[in-house]
């Protein structure tokens, strides 16, 4: 039975390496959102490069300075959204399979990046999904039409929302820095 049982556990065990199909999943998200997002960067610098045509309309140049604004937005938007699935792959891989040394080793590796349970995946995950968020609202603003009281009260209303979820995050990360480390007990 103690052999039946040994044998169990170590399949048991091993079975999380299933998690490294989540791992490279992601990170060919990853990937292709940074891609996709360079590419529409590029393609923006292109256009803009007309902006100081001396033949280009006032009315002309205004549109081109909307479109570009919006589409910076969307830029900032991709890469945010890359990130998430960045730490997204490197989370579920320290948390599921190895820690990464590397990370451990550099200087350059960022506090983000080390994970060390999964409350703190998902924290750190819902700070990027908030900023993504926030992007989101900051391009919706550019394109409302203010057409009665009530729309800018919804405005005001989804910019206060906005603001307490950045003092909540923020309030949690003061809160979560003051507690005491048990470990150490």
Aim: proline fraction near 1%; avoid cysteine.
């Amino acid at each position: 039975m103690a052999l039946i049982e040994k044998f169990f556990e170590a399949v048991l065990w091993r079975s999380r390496y299933v998690v490294l199909l989540a791992v490279i999943a992601s990170m060919a998200s990853a990937f292709a959102i940074f891609y996709m997002t360079t590419t529409d960067v590029v393609y923006l610098v292109q256009h803009i490069v007309h902006y100081a045509d001396a033949g280009t309309t006032d009315l002309a140049r205004k549109a081109m300075h909307d479109t570009t604004v919006t589409h910076v937005v969307e830029v900032v938007d991709g890469f945010l959204l890359g990130t998430v699935m960045l730490i997204f792959a490197l989370g579920l891989y320290e948390l599921f399979i190895s820690e990464i040394d590397e990370a451990k080793g550099s200087k350059a590796s960022s506090k983000i990046l080390v994970i060390e349970n999964l409350d703190d995946l998902k924290q750190r995950l819902a700070k990027v999904i908030i900023m993504i968020l926030i992007v989101t609202i900051f391009e919706l603003t550019m394109k409302v039409t203010i057409s009665s009281p009530v729309d800018l009260l919804y405005l005001a209303g989804a910019l206060a929302l906005i603001g307490l979820a950045l003092y909540l995050t923020h309030a949690s990360d003061d809160a979560h820095e003051k507690t005491p480390d048990r470990s150490s007990h």
